[in-house]
């Protein structure tokens, strides 16, 4: 399987990232003989993948960096780099190769601490005498200094060193580290093949894989979940009977709390599978003796632990509360769709007794107003208003309708 067949309905991207893999490889070819390489060349030292949530752009980059390492005899015949089965290949694209650096977050933020190493470690040179690559698949969460000290890294490379940075729009990213990267924009994948590749890599059943993508709408990270987690699929049939019950303030009140209720309950889960490993191995690094007793003077290590698993927790729950909204708003738009009389397919067919039952209550107008006051949720939550206080307010938006 070559690395790029995971990269979903992005021809175009795809072309491009292969061509400049193919010019990679042959600078690293032809430097190896002691020549000078071509001046013309696809490669660049620095990319910038942008797209909406699911369209794979960290799936693109981990595939081009694959590309880059790929170290298969066959290239000496004339394939092509990306076999997918080389050292080189699976190394990379399970995230054990020495040179492929893969940097996400699980806090708010990325500070300017954490840069100034990612910077340290982008100077060194390859061990493989190919490429050291740094996946940076959280680049919107920059603050503005880390984003300074990022700067120039990129404005100054070390010579074997590519960068690609991955974010939802070109206006996450500040504008004089996206004026330095070679842009590349991908979209939404078709519903079809994001099911197809639910069917063929992970070995989920066609009409799960088909329902699990139609509700996603082709987020392919969302629909491997819903289609493996029952918790997912409970979550996400509780957003979905919330506009039946915003009936009166009293049932606003309660929806909202109960997706509040929900979204914290997500966040926890997904804590005591990280935490409790987390804080026991690092008592164990620290010499805690019987009973857990912990040595003088890591006071403090323990509490910079504990902050940042809060921290997680913070952004875990964020996360799961913006997922219900997405959905939330896909059930409006579908609400909307019915009452227009279009032919688009609905996402949330299988609660369509709710859809249909919303649109004959409501009119086009109000459905939009619904739509605008989950969108003024979210714009809310991300300027850190009260998570029950914005979540009440949108209740009782949709209730008025």
């Given amino acids: 399987m070559a690395v790029w067949d995971d990269v979903v309905g992005q021809e175009r991207v795809q072309a491009q990232l292969f061509a400049a893999a193919r010019d990679a490889d042959l600078r690293v070819t032809v430097?190896?003989?002691?020549?000078?390489?071509?001046?013309?060349?696809?490669?660049?030292?620095?990319w910038l993948f942008t797209g909406p949530p699911g369209s794979g752009r960290s799936t693109a980059a981990r595939a081009f960096a694959a590309a880059l390492q790929c170290v298969s005899p066959d290239r000496a015949l004339g394939r092509e780099p990306g076999c997918g089965f080389c050292d080189g290949c699976h190394t990379a694209l399970v995230g054990t190769h020495a040179d492929v650096d893969v940097i996400r977050t699980d806090q708010l933020s990325i500070g300017v601490k954490e840069t100034r190493e990612l910077v340290r470690r982008a100077q060194l040179s390859p061990a493989g005498r190919r490429w050291q690559v740094i996946i940076l698949e959280d680049a919107d969460r920059l603050t503005e200094g880390a984003g300074n000290v990022l700067l120039k890294a990129v404005e100054e490379p070390a010579p074997r060193t590519v960068w690609l940075l991955c974010a939802p729009s070109l206006e996450d990213v500040l504008p004089t580290i996206r004026s330095r990267c070679r842009h590349l924009t991908l979209r939404t994948?078709?519903?079809?093949?994001?099911?197809?590749?639910?069917?063929?890599?992970?070995?989920?059943?066609?009409?799960?894989?088909?329902?699990?993508?139609?509700?996603?709408?082709?987020?392919?990270?969302?629909?491997?979940?819903?289609?493996?987690?029952?918790?997912?699929?409970?979550?996400?049939?509780?957003?979905?009977?919330?506009?039946?019950?915003?009936?009166?303030?009293?049932?606003?009140l309660k929806a909202a709390q109960e997706l509040i209720d929900a979204a914290a309950e997500d966040a926890?889960?997904?804590?005591?599978?990280?935490?409790?490993?987390?804080?026991?191995?690092?008592?164990?690094?620290?010499?805690?003796?019987?009973?857990?007793?912990?040595?003088?003077?890591?006071?403090?290590?323990?509490?910079?632990?504990?902050?940042?698993?809060?921290?997680?927790?913070?952004?875990?729950?964020?996360?799961?509360?913006?997922?219900?909204?997405t959905d939330l708003t896909?059930?409006?738009?579908?609400?909307?769709?019915?009452?227009?009389?279009?032919?688009?397919?609905?996402?949330?067919?299988?609660?369509?007794?709710?859809?249909?039952?919303?649109?004959?209550?409501?009119?086009?107008?109000?459905?939009?107003?619904?739509?605008?006051?989950?969108?003024?949720?979210?714009?809310?939550?991300?300027?850190?208003?009260?998570?029950?206080?914005?979540?009440?307010?949108?209740a009782v938006a949709l209730r008025a309708g």
């Fill in 268 to 325: 926890q889960q997904v804590a005591e599978e990280v935490d409790v490993k987390e804080t026991e191995d690092l008592k164990a690094a620290l010499g805690a003796g019987a009973g857990g007793r912990m040595p003088r003077g890591t006071a403090g290590a323990m509490k910079e632990l504990e902050d940042r698993q809060k921290r997680r927790k913070t952004r875990s729950q964020r996360d799961s509360l913006d997922l219900a909204l």
């Fill in 189 to 252: 994948p078709p519903i079809a093949a994001v099911a197809d590749v639910l069917i063929r890599r992970d070995g989920i059943e066609p009409d799960v894989a088909a329902a699990a993508a139609r509700a996603t709408q082709g987020h392919i990270g969302r629909a491997r979940r819903l289609a493996t987690d029952e918790r997912a699929r409970a979550r996400r049939a509780t957003v979905l009977k919330l506009p039946l019950r915003v009936e009166d303030i009293g049932g606003c």
């Fill in 330 to 394: 896909g059930f409006y738009r579908d609400v909307l769709a019915l009452q227009m009389g279009s032919e688009v397919a609905l996402a949330n067919d299988d609660v369509r007794d709710a859809l249909d039952r919303i649109a004959r209550a409501s009119t086009p107008e109000g459905t939009l107003r619904r739509i605008e006051a989950v969108v003024a949720c979210r714009q809310a939550l991300d300027t850190n208003v009260a998570p029950l206080l914005a979540v009440e307010a949108m």
């Fill in 31 to 46: 430097e190896a003989r002691g020549e000078q390489p071509p001046d013309a060349s696809k490669m660049t030292h620095a």
